[in-house]
């Protein structure tokens, strides 16, 4: 690349007809990150649902 990159950008992925944005560090960390993720997304639509 002529005049690098920015490694601070977040990252998109796409699960099931959602997308996610990641941060690129915590993604190259956490192997686990993705899977927790979606959990902290579910447990937070079950909590709005039962409310």
């Known amino acids: 690349m002529k005049y ?3 490694t601070d ?3 998109k992925r796409y699960s099931r007809g ?3 944005l ?3 560090h ?3 960390e956490n192997p ?3 899977f927790s993720l979606k959990r902290k ?3 937070e639509w079950t909590k709005k649902k039962v409310k």
């Open 4 to 6: 690098g990159a920015k």
């Open 9 to 11: 950008l977040a990252v």
């Open 18 to 20: 959602k997308e996610y």
């Open 22 to 24: 990641y941060s690129p």
């Open 26 to 28: 915590a993604v190259l």
């Open 32 to 34: 686990d990150y993705d």
């Open 41 to 43: 997304i579910f447990t």
